[in-house]
Every structure is written in C-alpha cells, then in structure tokens.
C-alpha cells in the first residue's frame, strides 16, 4: 500500500513539475512583411533590435519541415521557384553525398564563428541532404556575408531580421511551416476573386487595401513599419483579407480559401508548439508573415493554454 501510495505521489508530482515548466514556457510571434520597397528597406532595423533585445533560445521560421513529405510533394512543382529548386536539389544529393551523422552533429554545435570554410561548406551540404530548408539558407547566408550578416539591406525578413538574429545569438532556426493544402487555397483564392467581381466583394476588399496602405505610409517613413504591422489592429485586418473575412457574400471559393487558411494556420501552431513543449525551452520567437499572426494566436491559446503567447508589440 505504500509503495502504491508513494508512486502517485511521484507521479503528480511530476505532472505538477512539468505544468509548472510548461507555464513559464513562452512564445513571441513577430509579423514580418516578407520583402519591403526599397523605399522602406531598414523597416527590419527596429526589429532585429527588439528581438535581440528579447534575447530568444529557440527562433522558428516559415519554412517546411523537413519531414513535411506532403508539403514537399506538393512543393517541388507547386508555387514557389525557390522551393523547386531547393527540393530538386535535396533530391540530387541524396544520391551522391556521403552524409556522415556524427562529424554533422560536430559541426552543427560550434558556435559560427569558429566554422571554417570547408565546414560551412559540408554543414550547407548537410541540411541540404537532410532537407531542411531554414538552416540551408542560414548557412548559405552566412557563407556569403559572414558572421555579421549582409551590410546592406536585402529588403527581406532573412536576410535583415532572421538570419542576423541567428548569427549573433548563435542559434540554428526551426522550421515550421506546412504547405499540404496551399495549392487548394490558392483554387480557393482564384474562386473567390471571380465570384467578388460580381457581389461587391472585390470593391469591399480594395477599400480596405487601400486605407491600410494609407494608414501604413507615417509609420513606414519613421521606420516603424514593423511596429505599425505588428499592431493588433492590423493583424486583423491582415488576417481578415488573407482568410476571406471582408467579403459581402460567403460563395463557394471564399469559403474553401478559409478553410485551408485556417487549417493551415493550425497546423503551423502545432508544428510550433509541439517542438517548443519538445524542447523546454523558456523564450522563443516566431517569424512569421503577419497575415498569419492572429490565426497561429488563437490555435496556440486554444489548444496549448499552457503555453503564454504574446504578441511583438505586446510584449
């Protein structure tokens, strides 16, 4: 009877240990405006300042999982030249490379600036084989411009946010996208933006463009288009567009663009929240296109409320 009586103590003990480390466990999204005008292209400055201020142990990424077979099935001839060219690649040197696990676990925890070239080189190689998009392009990035990162801006969340982030916190990026049904949004998409020319959707969906590209222009002057972007208020909006919400009429397009944008926001907070609850670590960052932000928010908090989700300006 003891013995039974000490076993559960152990064991809600632990649950309690592990509900308590799970609470403290928390994630900042950040909205980025994926590439900006030139006009605008030290928008990333003010937020590479306050992420490195956050000081993140984990940084995730919209980019595939490695292990996302139906992503990539769809991605090596879907949308995106980048993806194309990535996967063709990944699938090549499968055949040739001779992937050696343990010399890539070596390199994999030095710290960045101790890689030589030829390191950097297998390492770029390596998350090639392995097919892992986000650290690929890390360290091809870091191979071009140095642990610095590039001295002018490229004008895109990687390379001016993102990877310089990870360079100075010596930190590798976690990829957490899922692409499963974007070929079906974007039918959706096309759908609903034909049935729109004929119910006032369209027009709806200009007016709003158009007082947010106007509401954006100060902001965008002072360089603080990545704060005004990452406002509650426009995050809706945002949100609302990408997912069909402005139409005057649910027809049937608009109504399947918003199924397989929600879906998709879930099941990108569950690739994310599944590796942070993986992982236990405390401070984590989310880079995501700010369309996406609300969406991953509100699957977060619904299905892992023990995890704190905040919000860039928020935070």
Same mark, same amino acid.
Request: glycine share 6%; aromatic share 10%.
């Given at each position: 009877?003891?013995?039974?009586?000490?076993?559960?103590?152990?064991?809600?003990?632990?649950?309690?240990?592990?509900?308590?480390?799970?609470?403290?466990?928390?994630?900042?999204?950040?909205?980025?405006?994926?590439?900006?005008?030139?006009?605008?292209?030290?928008?990333?400055?003010?937020?590479?300042?306050?992420?490195?201020?956050?000081?993140?142990?984990?940084?995730?990424?919209?980019?595939?999982?490695?292990?996302?077979?139906?992503?990539?099935?769809?991605?090596?001839?879907?949308?995106?030249?980048?993806?194309?060219?990535?996967?063709?690649?990944?699938?090549?040197?499968?055949?040739?490379?001779?992937?050696?696990?343990?010399?890539?676990?070596?390199?994999?925890?030095?710290?960045?600036?101790?890689?030589?070239?030829?390191?950097?080189?297998?390492?770029?190689?390596?998350?090639?084989?392995?097919?892992?998009?986000?650290?690929?392009?890390?360290?091809?990035?870091?191979?071009?411009?140095?642990?610095?990162?590039?001295?002018?801006?490229?004008?895109?969340?990687?390379?001016?946010?993102?990877?310089?982030?990870?360079?100075?916190?010596?930190?590798?990026?976690?990829?957490?996208? $899922?692409?499963?049904?974007?070929? &079906?949004?974007?039918?959706? *998409? !096309?759908?609903?933006?034909?049935?729109?020319? =004929? +119910?006032?959707?369209?027009?709806?969906?200009?007016?709003?463009?158009?007082?947010?590209?106007?509401?954006?222009?100060?902001?965008?002057?002072?360089?603080?288009?990545?704060?005004?972007?990452?406002?509650?208020?426009?995050?809706?909006?945002?949100?609302?567009?990408?997912?069909?919400?402005?139409?005057?009429? $649910?027809?049937?397009?608009?109504? &399947?663009?918003?199924?397989? *944008? !929600?879906?998709?926001?879930?099941?990108?907070? =569950? +690739?994310?929240?599944?590796?942070?609850?993986?992982?236990?670590?405390?401070?984590?960052?989310?880079?995501?296109?700010?369309?996406?932000?609300?969406?991953?928010?509100?699957?977060?908090?619904?299905?892992?409320?023990?995890?704190?989700?905040?919000?860039?300006?928020?935070?």
């Amino acid at each position: 009877m003891k013995t039974k009586i000490t076993l559960l103590f152990i064991l809600l003990a632990s649950n309690f240990v592990t509900s308590a480390q799970n609470q403290n466990q928390e994630i900042i999204i950040v909205g980025t405006m994926h590439t900006v005008p030139k006009i605008v292209k030290k928008s990333y400055k003010p937020m590479l300042r306050f992420a490195k201020k956050y000081n993140p142990e984990a940084i995730y990424v919209e980019s595939p999982m490695a292990n996302d077979n139906e992503s990539w099935e769809y991605l090596k001839k879907g949308w995106s030249k980048g993806y194309q060219k990535f996967y063709a690649k990944s699938d090549s040197i499968k055949k040739v490379f001779n992937f050696n696990k343990a010399y890539f676990n070596v390199l994999a925890h030095k710290k960045y600036v101790e890689l030589s070239s030829i390191e950097t080189d297998y390492l770029i190689k390596s998350y090639l084989y392995l097919r892992d998009n986000g650290n690929h392009e890390l360290l091809t990035y870091l191979k071009k411009y140095g642990i610095h990162g590039a001295k002018k801006p490229t004008r895109h969340e990687d390379g001016d946010l993102t990877y310089k982030l990870a360079l100075s916190k010596n930190l590798k990026v976690n990829n957490m996208d $899922d692409q499963q049904t974007n070929k &079906e949004y974007h039918i959706g *998409w !096309n759908k609903c933006v034909k049935e729109g020319s =004929k +119910n006032g959707s369209n027009l709806a969906g200009s007016k709003i463009n158009k007082k947010q590209y106007n509401a954006a222009k100060i902001p965008a002057i002072f360089r603080k288009l990545g704060k005004h972007t990452n406002t509650r208020k426009s995050l809706n909006i945002l949100y609302k567009m990408s997912s069909f919400n402005y139409v005057t009429e $649910d027809t049937e397009g608009c109504l &399947e663009g918003r199924k397989y *944008w !929600n879906e998709r926001n879930m099941r990108m907070a =569950k +690739n994310i929240a599944t590796q942070v609850l993986a992982s236990g670590k405390t401070k984590n960052i989310v880079m995501v296109g700010a369309s996406h932000v609300i969406g991953i928010e509100k699957e977060l908090k619904k299905n892992y409320p023990n995890l704190k989700v905040i919000l860039m300006n928020e935070y």
